[in-house]
């Protein structure tokens, strides 16, 4: 059967996600999802375009299931919010391709502040490795358009990682019905959870 353009794209989402589960380091992996469960302040997420709306959804969705999370604006935040980087926290610094001048900048005055900033990247060799403390190296073969440019499957990638991550710390923290229903009061889901 002849597929139309749109499998042929979907089945490479598909195809993407299992080659960079197949390349993890699932040691090195664990070892951020143990960084997480430990951390005694707040997780925070920062990134760039695409990368900027994915930490967001993840920061939001950390909230959702109890672990204090919040989405640093790495613009912004240099003129109003630099006072939410504690010494206690976890910053994940999402940039694919590791050279965004935006988070440099960033990074440059915080990278003394916060002893675990940690950046999620599928450059090994790139500039924002001399900025933070330890490197997540997140395997992406392949963008799903025709021009390998969009961000499609590296944002499903990312994305899916660290939902996942923070989905298995809920988990093993416990997470009921009754919490999430708190967190989540408004919508259908909120009337579900708070029968």
């Known amino acids: 059967m002849l597929l139309h353009n749109w499998q042929i794209i979907y089945q490479k ?10 390349n993890f380091n699932i040691d090195e992996i664990e070892k951020y999802y143990q960084l997480i469960y430990d951390c005694s302040g707040k997780i925070i ?16 969705t950390y909230r959702s299931i109890n672990i204090e999370s919040v989405f640093v604006d790495p613009i912004n935040s240099l003129h109003e919010d630099m006072a939410v980087f504690k010494p206690e926290d976890v910053l994940f610094v999402f940039s694919k ?6 988070i440099i900048y960033l990074l440059s005055h915080i990278k003394n502040k916060l002893p675990n900033i940690i950046l999620c990247t ?6 924002l490795t001399g900025y933070v403390s330890d490197i997540l190296y997140i395997p992406v073969d ?7 440019k969009v961000p499609s499957t590296s944002s499903i990638i990312y994305l899916t990682l660290f939902q996942s991550l923070g989905l298995a710390v809920a988990l093993k923290k416990g997470l009921t019905i009754e919490d999430f229903g708190k967190n989540h009061p408004g919508g259908s889901l ?3 959870c708070n029968k």
Do not use: M, P, V
């Open 13 to 22: 989402h598909l195809s993407s996600l299992s080659f960079s589960y197949d």
């Open 45 to 60: 997420f920062t990134g760039i375009g695409k990368s900027w709306h994915i930490a967001e959804k993840i920061a939001a």
């Open 97 to 102: 391709s590791g050279e965004t001048k935006e």
């Open 122 to 127: 599928s450059n090994k060799q790139c500039t």
């Open 142 to 148: 392949q963008e799903a358009d025709h021009l390998n």
């Open 190 to 192: 909120g009337t579900e």
